[in-house]
């Protein structure tokens, strides 16, 4: 099955540096990639995801990179602030035929952004 | 749209007992997949309901079970409640096999 090894656990940063998250997965068929974030107290919330046959989504100040050769990909925080302090996971899931798989989760890394 | 709702959101019950959790999707999602979520362990797959039907399940014994009625709503029982059994459920609902998962607030479950 499917393992997420998920890279720092915890990250400081100062306000304006930038964050990186990595991520691994095991199974060479799985084609999509979501990442969430979740703040204390609340739940996890789909921030930016990326598909197999992509190498790069950017939305604003987040972006995420796959490497399929290396069966890795992460997510980059630029010009982090204060808000962007959370736990943060990436997941993998393998989409066959007409049938979700599981979603698999890393860790997680509990990013602080220090003002 | 509203978003993913659970009922109750906490819930306090002892060894032995059993409960039942419930997750309203959004609105036109068939897909209701159920994760419990703890510190140590962090998120955990428990099942994966589309149409009615059960189509994966995670690595969890027998006491946890789901089913998903016609309106897409879904329901998860644990039965024969243990200590480990405390932790956050939380459910999620997506539109589209390859789309993003929502998730509901989720229900604070604790066992004594």
């Given amino acids: 099955g499917e393992n997420v090894e998920q890279h720092p656990s915890t990250l400081s940063v100062q306000e304006g540096d930038s964050a990186v998250i990595k991520c691994t997965y095991s199974d060479s068929a799985s084609n999509y990639f979501p990442w969430y974030k979740q703040e204390l107290g609340k739940r996890p919330q789909l921030i930016i995801d990326i598909r197999s046959n992509v190498g790069e989504k950017k939305d604003q100040r987040i972006a995420v990179t796959l490497n399929k050769t290396a069966k890795h990909f992460s997510l980059h925080i630029t010009e982090t602030q204060p808000e962007d302090s959370a736990v943060y996971f990436c997941a993998a899931i393998l989409v066959y035929g007409g049938s979700q798989g599981n979603l698999i989760f890393g860790k997680g890394t509990k990013l602080s952004v220090k003002p | ?112």
């Fill in chain 2, 1 to 112: 749209k509203a978003g993913v709702t659970q009922t109750p959101r906490y819930l306090i019950k002892t060894r032995g007992q059993q409960v039942t959790l419930s997750c309203s999707p959004i609105s036109g999602h068939r897909s209701v997949s159920w994760y419990q979520q703890t510190p140590g362990q962090g998120l955990q797959f428990l099942f994966e309901y589309f149409s009615e039907t059960q189509r994966n399940k995670g690595n969890f014994p027998g006491r946890f079970s789901g089913r998903q009625f016609s309106n897409s709503r879904s329901e998860m029982n644990v039965s024969t409640l243990e200590l480990g059994d405390s932790a956050l459920y939380l459910c999620a609902s997506s539109l589209t096999v390859q789309g993003g998962q929502y998730f509901g607030p989720g229900t604070r479950l604790t066992v004594t």
